[in-house]
């Protein structure tokens, strides 16, 4: 995953939820729909001095796999041995190989600028991902798929900002809901398709600030909403 491929994933997600041409790049869609979410920050390899992505800024001092790599293939990691006879001593060996790795991932392929991602692909500046696929800014996600600016939700797919949810699908701006479909600014529901600006309602579609509409109205309104969303 590079910043080409990130932008066109970011175009088809954003042009299926709001039937409009993505007009934002990365970085404007980061702040504009990321701005709440925790994202890994760019530290630097303490070997090489290079850039690289971590989830905790705790340590003040981190290696990348690669040169974590490096230092296994020398006498598997050990260092010579030394003397440890006082505190100082065994602190000044620990401090030579008291390194946080960066960019840490298992199982997974296509990942940049990320760090903690579990048997998943395509993911671009996010942490705690995992079984996901096409992920952007995200920290927190399981079994989702094309996914901008989501937090602790599950199994969720071509959505933007989904926070606490699961089974949304092609929808913006979601909390603390499930079964949500072609839906945006959602809040505390259950089996809606269709809605937008609602709260506490289950099984319901074409409303709007839960209040029921006609279809036609409905879609006309939506319009309205999808364009002020990527003007705004």
Not at 196 to 201: A, E, G, I, W
């Amino acid at each position: 995953m590079d910043n080409v491929v990130a932008k066109q994933l970011l175009d088809n997600i954003v042009g299926n939820i709001f039937s409009y041409q993505n007009p934002l790049s990365l970085e404007q869609a980061m702040t504009k729909f990321a701005f709440d979410v925790r994202l890994p920050q760019q530290v630097y390899d303490e070997i090489d001095k290079q850039p690289s992505w971590a989830a905790s800024m705790g340590q003040q001092r981190y290696i990348t796999r690669k040169n974590v790599e490096k230092r296994l293939s020398v006498n598997e990691g050990m260092q010579a041995k030394q003397d440890l006879s006082t505190i100082e001593h065994i602190l000044t060996a620990w401090n030579k190989i008291n390194l946080s790795m960066s960019e840490r991932q298992m199982a997974s392929k296509n990942v940049a600028e990320s760090d903690g991602i579990y048997s998943s692909e395509g993911v671009y500046r996010s942490i705690n991902i995992r079984k996901s696929k096409n992920i952007l800014f995200s920290d927190g996600l399981e079994s989702c798929q094309s996914v901008v600016a989501g937090q602790t939700s599950k199994s969720c797919k071509d959505s933007i900002r989904v926070e606490d949810s699961k089974h949304v699908e092609n929808s913006f701006s979601v909390i603390w809901s499930n079964k949500i479909t072609s839906s945006m600014f959602i809040q505390d529901c259950y089996d809606l398709y269709e809605c937008l600006f609602c709260t506490h309602l289950a099984s319901r579609k074409f409303c709007v600030a839960n209040i029921q509409l006609e279809e036609s109205e409905y879609r006309r309104v939506k319009d309205l909403v999808a364009r002020w969303v990527l003007s705004s």
